[in-house]
């Protein structure tokens, strides 16, 4: 049997043009098959490390409790800059603190240096990963509104409700005072204690504008996430116009966690926190509670 040339064999195991344009679309083929299911698995995962997240920050809360005769540590506002407060005692009293320290446009950022929970959760890479949702895109905080320099450092927030009504952020004559006290929380597997919210600029959740005789209704600058539902309209809450096919598929679609007072997390849509009956009531708490 005559052996075959090295020609021929390098002839024979090449391949054509046309072989070439059909592998690639049978990838390209696969490709778009695999891709939703590798998105819908990484914002699983991501949902679930946000989940975590809260599950540490609810722990370092009961923690503090557990120190202070029951007593939940007080939300920081816009404009508390701890940093280069004189009093180490504040750090009993405060949550976490705003950074002003890049200029007065810097509400959107919070201390990883001072604040009451840091000494239950060591080191400040830990804390600034624990406080931040692998899946936030970082978004426009107030509104939509830009500012020059907005460094948002944080995806969380609490119920306004852990300050207490003498607490001077509530227009009390207390000054700044211990939240309130955890175990007295009624029916805390049915009250949200933190919350993913979309781009927030403080710690201070309060979506019903409820607080101390306000006038009820939805307060545009405490908005819930819709993140985890790995959809293009993530931030539609934000916008302005709310019977825009976007703002729509925002409330329907969207998914965000929410910690409640008895340490569970509960994915829950933008709908089920606003527009429901049962949406103010995973908020607020008597006044009584203290």
């Known amino acids: 049997m005559p052996r075959q040339s090295a020609r ?3 002839a024979r195991g090449a ?5 070439l344009l059909v592998v690639i679309g049978i990838i ?5 098959i695999l891709l939703p299911s590798l998105a819908k698995a990484r914002n699983q995962a991501n949902q679930v490390k946000c989940a975590a997240n809260m599950k540490q920050l ?14 939940l540590p007080r939300l920081s506002l816009i404009g508390a800059d701890l940093d280069t407060d004189p009093d ?13 320290s890049l200029g007065s446009g810097q509400y959107a950022r919070i201390s990883f240096k001072v604040g009451a929970l840091w000494r239950y959760i060591p080191g400040r890479d830990t804390r600034a990963k624990l406080m931040f949702c692998p899946s936030d895109n970082g978004e426009i905080t107030r509104n939509g509104i830009a500012q020059s320099g907005d460094t948002r450092n944080f995806s969380y927030s609490w119920n306004a409700y852990i300050n207490v009504p003498d607490d001077v952020s ?10 309130i006290q955890l175990g007295r929380v009624r029916n805390s597997a049915d009250k949200v204690m933190i919350c993913e919210e979309l781009a927030p600029n403080d710690l201070w959740w309060d979506l019903y504008s409820t607080l101390d005789g306000r006038s009820p209704g939805l307060n545009t600058d405490d908005w819930p996430s819709g993140r985890h539902a790995g959809q293009k309209y993530i931030g539609s809450g934000r916008q302005a116009d709310m019977n825009s096919p976007e703002y729509v598929r925002y409330l329907d679609v969207g998914r965000g966690n929410h910690c409640f007072f008895d340490g569970h997390v509960a994915v829950l849509s933008p709908r089920q926190l606003m527009t429901t009956p049962q949406g103010p009531n995973y908020f607020h708490i008597p006044s009584s509670v203290k």
């Open 8 to 10: 021929t064999v390098k």
């Open 58 to 71: 609810y722990l370092a809360c009961t923690m503090f409790a557990a120190e202070h005769k029951d007593h």
């Open 88 to 100: 180490p005692k504040i750090d009993e009293l405060t949550l976490a603190a705003n950074d002003t």
């Open 15 to 19: 391949f054509t043009l046309v072989e």
């Open 28 to 32: 390209a083929i696969l490709i778009s």
């Open 170 to 179: 509530r227009g009390g004559t207390g000054g700044r005072m211990m939240g």
